[in-house]
């Protein structure tokens, strides 16, 4: 698997403060080749889209436990879009229930992987939507 040569923002908006995911994420993405920028904690959707754009990235993963994920994911969409930015694929990470997946697969995002599924799945759904 190689994700070389793509640029990855991986994100934490809102409130939540636990990012252990999106730190294992963001490693596991540099091990497989790809250029990772973290945004940190705590993060509006603005300055999310705003970073994206200004780091020229191929896609932005937002990882998510606070249970907001609906509300931020179509902000964040919003943002993008007002930047001109509409083209840069977003997925989503954390605590997603099943029954909201749908949902956000029709706001626009291009994957949702939760904390369950193995890391090679996600870094191989990954690869495949970036291709």
């Known amino acids: 698997m190689s994700l070389k040569g793509k640029r ?8 939540d403060g636990h990012d252990v995911g999106a730190k294992v994420i963001a490693l596991a993405l540099r091990d497989a080749g790809a250029d990772v920028i973290y945004t940190g904690l705590r993060k509006s959707s603005e300055y999310i889209a705003k970073v994206a754009v200004d780091e020229d990235v191929d896609v932005v993963g937002l990882s998510m436990l606070s249970g907001s994920h609906m509300e931020l994911v179509n902000e964040t969409m919003r ?10 694929k977003v997925f989503v990470g954390g605590t997603i229930p099943e029954k909201d997946r749908e949902a956000l697969l029709k706001a626009g995002v291009c994957g949702v992987y ?10 191989s759904a990954i690869e495949r939507q970036l291709s």
């Open 8 to 15: 990855i923002l991986i994100a934490k908006p809102g409130l």
């Open 79 to 88: 943002c993008l879009e007002a930047y001109d930015a509409g083209d840069i």
């Open 114 to 123: 939760t904390s369950e599924m193995p890391l090679e799945e996600v870094l």
